[in-house]
């Protein structure tokens, strides 16, 4: 396997085991706090995303991105 295919790989599943993670605990900070917790969700993509702490950047899966789009809009659909 490539070596860059395999580093690609790790980095996608880092990126999901933090929004994961932080899906999760944000979940239960807003029901202790008692806001939507849509807030708390969009503040943490800003602040974890390429704007503030880049620790979460996508730009480098432009394919992934357009499946996270898809994947996301079904879920809603339904």
């Known amino acids: 396997m490539d070596v860059n295919v395999v580093e690609q790989a790790d980095n996608l599943m880092r990126i999901f085991a933090i929004i994961i993670f ?8 807003s029901h202790r ?4 917790d849509v ?20 730009s480098e899966f432009g394919i ?3 499946l996270i789009l898809a994947f996301g809009a079904a879920i809603h659909t339904v």
């Open 22 to 29: 932080l899906g999760i605990v944000l979940t239960k900070v």
């Open 39 to 58: 807030v708390l969700y969009i503040a943490a993509g800003i602040i974890v995303g390429p704007a503030v702490l880049n620790i979460v950047d996508f």
């Open 64 to 66: 992934i991105n357009q």
């Open 33 to 36: 706090i008692s806001i939507p």
